[in-house]
């Protein structure tokens, strides 16, 4: 249980709420929320290469990954990774992919299936 107090209500709800964001929120391998992005999509990269998935989904997820996802919000934390910031990253790569069949709707799978992976993870 986490527990902050304040001088007033609003101020210990302030107190509370930063205590609970910073939480050590690690896993198995030392990943928290403030872990970058591109941290979880190394591993799950790994777990795509080790499923039983067709050859040319595991290339298409691995270039939509570094082509479009990690460029675009790679860097930013997995607690700052929201609907906002990934329905930018969609907007903007959109024109770049409406030509390419193959890989139009890539990066918004890509992106689904590594924030799956995430919260599984406890992330």
Same mark, same amino acid.
């Given at each position: 249980?986490?527990?902050?107090? @304040?001088?007033?209500?609003?101020? $210990?709800?302030? /107190?509370?709420?930063?205590?609970? +964001? *910073? /939480?050590?929120?690690?896993? *198995?391998?030392?990943?928290? $929320?403030?872990?970058? =992005?591109?941290?979880?999509?190394?591993?799950?990269?790994?777990?795509? *290469?080790?499923?039983? !998935?067709?050859? @040319?989904?595991?290339?298409?997820?691995?270039?939509? =990954?570094?082509?479009? #996802? &990690?460029?675009? #919000?790679?860097? &930013?934390?997995?607690?700052?990774?929201? #609907?906002?910031?990934? *329905?930018?990253? &969609?907007?903007?790569? +959109?024109? /770049?992919? !409406? @030509?390419?069949?193959?890989?139009?709707?890539?990066?918004?799978?890509?992106?689904?299936?590594?924030?799956?992976?995430?919260?599984?993870?406890?992330?």
């Amino acid at each position: 249980m986490v527990t902050r107090y @304040g001088r007033t209500r609003a101020e $210990a709800e302030r /107190r509370l709420r930063a205590a609970l +964001r *910073d /939480r050590d929120g690690s896993v *198995d391998e030392g990943r928290t $929320a403030d872990s970058p =992005l591109a941290t979880v999509a190394a591993e799950w990269l790994a777990e795509i *290469d080790d499923s039983d !998935l067709a050859t @040319g989904t595991e290339r298409l997820y691995r270039f939509a =990954l570094n082509n479009y #996802v &990690l460029p675009g #919000v790679g860097r &930013l934390r997995l607690r700052e990774i929201t #609907v906002p910031a990934v *329905d930018r990253l &969609l907007t903007a790569v +959109r024109p /770049r992919c !409406l @030509g390419l069949v193959a890989t139009g709707d890539a990066p918004r799978s890509c992106a689904t299936h590594l924030m799956h992976s995430a919260s599984r993870n406890s992330l």
